[in-house]
């Protein structure tokens, strides 16, 4: 039962964030403060909780080796997905026509990121991955809304737009799904899981340190409510990595 709930808190905060993009205009500067707390979110994650796990499971230096993988993992998928895992993507496609290449950079995106939450099938391991989950759902609001902003900007009928973010909403999950049966299948499951999660930290840094770089303004000065996102966004991370 848990783990229905636990694919529920992927699946619906991230759909119902894209849907409301037809009915509440959100601001750039609105999405940036979204962005700015859920990378520096990620950010403190990574480096107060899962670093830490992950190089006292894995030696040195074959955990930094899977960190960097997952880094330049993620910098492949932007030729893909234009960058829009960082709130904006710069696309040239036609009107109408929706960017096949992108859809498929930012679905494996998001798949691989689902990939350690495994353990949420497993009652003995869910519970210590609370912290993660949240990360990649607040990760995937924002990116669920500009996703939407861009589908709808390409004038794409908003029934198709509602298929694609359902799609994307059930990445994650799907990518749990596959982790789980390839633990299984595989076994030493706790070796498998900390490579993925190492892969998937890869990802984090790079995204993060990204979104916080480009949040800021002219001059690179930040405006105080970014700050003030970056640092609220530190401090849950910090909180639920004790």
């Not at 049966?181 to 993925?196: A, R, V």
Request: no cysteine; proline share 3%; hydrophobic share 55%.
């Amino acid at each position: 039962m848990e783990s229905v709930l636990y694919i529920a808190l992927l699946f619906i905060p991230v759909l119902l964030a894209g849907v409301t993009v037809f009915f509440i205009k959100l601001t750039e500067s609105h999405l940036k403060l979204l962005l700015a707390f859920s990378a520096a979110y990620l950010l403190a994650l990574s480096f107060l909780h899962l670093l830490p796990e992950i190089f006292s499971t894995i030696p040195s230096p074959r955990a930094g080796l899977w960190v960097l993988a997952g880094f330049f993992i993620q910098v492949l998928l932007e030729f893909f997905s234009s960058g829009i895992e960082h709130g904006h993507a710069h696309i040239h496609a036609n009107k109408s026509k929706i960017p096949v290449v992108l859809l498929f950079g930012l679905y494996l995106h998001s798949f691989i990121e689902g990939l350690p939450l495994a353990g949420i099938f497993n009652t003995s391991q869910s519970n210590g991955l609370i912290s993660f989950l949240m990360g990649i759902t607040l990760h995937n609001i924002p990116i669920s809304i500009a996703f939407s902003g861009l589908l709808i900007h390409q004038q794409i009928a908003k029934s198709k737009v509602v298929i694609y973010l359902v799609l994307l909403s059930l990445m994650a999950p799907l990518g749990a799904v596959i982790g789980y049966l390839m633990q299984t299948t595989l076994g030493n499951t706790e070796h498998l899981s900390t490579i993925f999660t190492a892969i998937v930290v890869g990802i984090f840094l790079h995204i993060a340190t990204t979104i916080i770089f480009e949040s800021s303004e002219k001059n690179h000065r930040y405006h105080i409510t970014k700050l003030l996102s970056i640092l609220l966004g530190v401090a849950l991370g910090y909180l639920l990595s004790k």
